[in-house]
């Protein structure tokens, strides 16, 4: 089975579960050795069909079901949250989730870190498991 059709696979079976049950499985390690899979995922692939599936469901909880589904797969892949820097008219600050695999965002043409303030990654960065390479495609 492709890492492609493996990551749409365990993302359609993660949508029932809830944010903070997400993001828990995230950091913890699995229960079971998992085969790895060769190669990356086709990551706008799988966002269109969890969105298939599921419908546009609210950003964090998108991110958090792929980053957990490329986890699944061997993808060194995390959640990383931040805000804007300045606060808005009402003294809030806008809070963004982006996906980041081994330490660089998928939106390389602006990555959200150039402008965002980092607030916390999942798993943390100081989790052994973060620091693993990208599986290499044969």
């Known amino acids: ?32 050795r998992r085969r790895r899979v060769r190669g990356r995922p086709d990551i706008p ?4 069909v969890l969105r298939l599936f599921t419908g ?3 950003p964090m909880r998108e991110n958090a079901i792929v980053v957990a589904a490329l986890r699944r797969c061997g993808v060194p892949a995390q959640l990383v949250v931040g805000a804007d820097p300045v606060p808005d008219e009402r003294g809030g600050y806008r809070v963004y989730t982006w996906i980041e695999l081994a330490g660089v965002a998928l939106d390389t043409d602006s990555p959200p ?26």
Not at 11 to 26: H, S
Not at 45 to 48: H, R, T, W, Y
Not at 118 to 131: H, I, N, S
């Open 1 to 32: 089975m492709t890492a492609t059709m493996t990551a749409m696979w365990a993302a359609v079976r993660l949508r029932r579960k809830a944010l903070p049950e997400l993001i828990a499985g995230i950091e913890r390690p699995a229960a079971r």
């Open 45 to 48: 692939l799988v966002i269109a």
């Open 56 to 58: 546009f469901a609210a």
């Open 113 to 138: 870190g150039n402008y965002l303030v980092e607030m916390v990654r999942f798993p943390r960065v100081g989790d052994r498991r973060a620091r693993n390479s990208l599986p290499r495609a044969h």
